[in-house]
T-cell receptor
């Protein structure tokens, strides 16, 4: 069982829709991450939150908007996405953004853009 | 910049035989290395890590990895493969910015035949 929970598991949306992906962890971790993964490719880092503040944005287009309401929750707000944004979106957490402890991943949200 | 290379797209092994999945790295400073496994429609699961200490690292599910500084390698091994080990394996190195930003290899698909 994964300790990082992502909802929904699947999402199909049109290019004009607005939707949100949610991620939750209760391990007391203070760093949370969003990754994008295309089929048979490694995950690509999008954002890092450390102590609820955005610490890394990997030049992600503004149609992706992250939010960290508290230390346990991480959201990714989606608006006006493109077909190439279809991918598996993974959330991860770790004790801190500078620790050597491994990141714990959720099972992801599979996003399809029509 | 930190990088890892996984030279094999796919590794085939018969059940019961030993398996090796190769990874080489390039870092400035001390390497912080990780292995993750991904099963279909799942997130990444942490297997093991090397930070300092013994060159032979033992991890989850009977996996181990050998850190070799002179060859800049961190190969994943298991003495006896199981069909259930069939999955996608990623080697990763922590970025040298000090943040826990992981740089992933391209992944190796392991197929274990009965």
């Amino acid at each position: 069982d994964t300790e990082v929970t992502q909802t929904p598991k699947h999402l199909v949306m049109g290019m004009t829709n607005k939707k949100s992906l949610k991620c939750e962890q209760h391990m007391g971790h203070r760093a949370m991450y969003w990754y994008k993964q295309k089929a048979k490719k490694p995950p690509e880092l999008m954002f890092v939150y450390s102590y609820e503040k955005l610490s890394i944005n990997e030049s992600v287009p503004s149609r992706f908007s992250p939010e960290c309401p508290n230390s346990s929750l991480l959201n990714l707000h989606l608006h006006a996405l493109q077909p190439e944004d279809s991918a598996l979106y993974l959330c991860a957490s770790s004790p801190g953004d500078r620790s050597n402890q491994p990141q714990h991943f959720g099972d992801g949200t599979r996003l399809s853009i029509l | 910049a930190q990088s890892v290379a996984q030279p094999e797209d796919q590794v085939n092994v018969a059940e019961g035989n030993p398996l090796t999945v190769k990874c080489t790295y390039s870092v400035s400073g001390n390497p912080y290395l990780f292995w993750y496994v991904q099963y279909p429609n799942r997130g990444l699961q942490f297997l093991l890590k090397y930070i300092t200490g013994d060159n032979l690292v033992k991890g989850s599910y009977g996996f181990e990895a050998e850190f070799n500084k002179s060859q800049t390698s961190f190969h994943l091994k298991k003495p006896s493969a199981l069909v259930s080990d069939s999955a996608l394996y990623f080697c990763a190195v922590r970025d040298d910015t000090g943040f826990q930003k992981l740089v992933f290899g391209t992944g190796t698909r392991l197929l274990v035949s009965p």
